[in-house]
């Protein structure tokens, strides 16, 4: 007998790599190219140093309270987390504690199956459809709650709302967890269910859309008792989770509502040409309503290019795993970076 015995093992999640070197084209993981609203900078030269020596507001009210006023709704229905991987964990933590499976598609964010085993959570993953696409009828059976991206990511493929609408209505006894990391690139929101149903939790991110990944903020929308649970089991394991830049900061940017949109269109119409660019080369995917493409070429093997993109300093993602190992995730960037990932491509599709 050894304490290694007793240690909590778990396989970690891999993030994306954030390489060191500068003058790459990153595009590896889903990063927002460009900057936040004006007002976070303005906001950060704010800060006071006085009020560092502090704790932050365990509340966070401030910021809360600026993401409840930008969604219609009342502060008790929003929970602010440590980008919205920490949010979705309190929610994994608080919500699936059945004996019975979570079910989750079988492609997709690969930190769900890693939370499952953390907590010691039973899980089932549903096999997405020959065209990546969830089939509903899955998440009919019986489980001990449900999470999906939608968009789906790594894929990019959406759920219409209709179909989230009769997944919840399906399963009132287990919570529906709508992670939407890629909402804002032209997907519709299933906010309005967390008023229709009371077991439908939205969980959104600064990261994407709103180009905060660096802060690390993330929020859950919901009915006042699910945010209350939520709550409670965060403040049994940290209750300051939130520092006091990124409350501010974070307020700063929620606030300025047209920004956001301009930005969120720019890279909608960037994912537009970049589609038909990739299509003029004889690349194969499903419609992305989020700040990537998923792709496969109908020749030459994902990982091929995914090597020789290295060696021009062009970083997509490549996963090697069952079914889309020969697929490549590749961010929108500015279009001058899309630019340069496309004359790389004709350099070695031509060659
Ligand atoms: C990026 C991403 C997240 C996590 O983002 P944070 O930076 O932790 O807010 C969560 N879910 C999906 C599907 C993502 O792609």
Request: hydrophobic fraction near 40%; include cysteine; charged fraction near 25%.
């Amino acid at each position: 007998m050894s304490w290694e015995e007793n240690v909590r093992k778990v396989v970690p999640y891999t993030p994306g790599e954030q390489p060191k070197v500068t003058d790459i084209v990153k595009l590896n993981t889903n990063e927002n190219p460009y900057p936040p609203s004006p007002n976070v900078m303005e906001a950060l030269r704010d800060l006071s140093e006085g009020r560092m020596r502090l704790y932050p507001d365990p509340k966070a009210e401030e910021l809360v309270h600026a993401i409840a006023e930008a969604y219609g709704l009342k502060d008790e229905e929003v929970f602010a987390g440590v980008g919205s991987d920490d949010v979705l964990a309190m929610c994994f933590l608080t919500f699936f504690n059945s004996k019975k499976p979570i079910l989750f598609p079988d492609i997709t964010y690969s930190f769900y199956d890693v939370w499952a085993d953390l907590f010691r959570i039973p899980y089932e993953t549903q096999p997405l459809d020959e065209n990546f696409h969830i089939v509903p009828a899955d998440y009919l059976k019986e489980n001990g709650g449900i999470i999906f991206p939608n968009p789906n990511a790594p894929t990019g493929v959406v759920l219409p709302l209709d179909t989230v609408r009769q997944i919840a209505a399906a399963n009132p006894d287990s919570v529906v967890i709508v992670d939407e990391a890629y909402v804002d690139f032209g997907a519709e929101s299933a906010l309005p269910l967390i008023h229709e149903y009371d077991n439908v939790i939205i969980v959104q991110t600064f990261s994407k859309s709103r180009s905060m990944a660096g802060l690390r903020i993330g929020y859950a929308m919901s009915n006042a008792k699910m945010i209350k649970y939520l709550n409670d089991v965060k403040y049994s394991f940290n209750s300051y989770t939130m520092n006091y830049p990124s409350i501010k900061l974070g307020a700063a940017e929620v606030r300025d509502t047209e920004h956001f949109r301009a930005v969120c269109d720019k890279i909608i119409a960037t994912r537009t040409s970049s589609a038909k660019r990739f299509r003029e080369r004889g690349f194969q995917f499903e419609e992305s309503c989020s700040n990537f493409l998923f792709v496969r070429h109908e020749k030459v093997s994902a990982k091929e290019i995914f090597d020789y993109l290295r060696t021009q300093n062009i970083f997509v993602r490549w996963f090697n795993k069952p079914r889309i190992s020969n697929y490549l995730r590749v961010t929108i960037g500015t279009d001058e970076e899309m630019d340069k990932l496309f004359a790389a491509l004709d350099r070695f599709l031509d060659r």
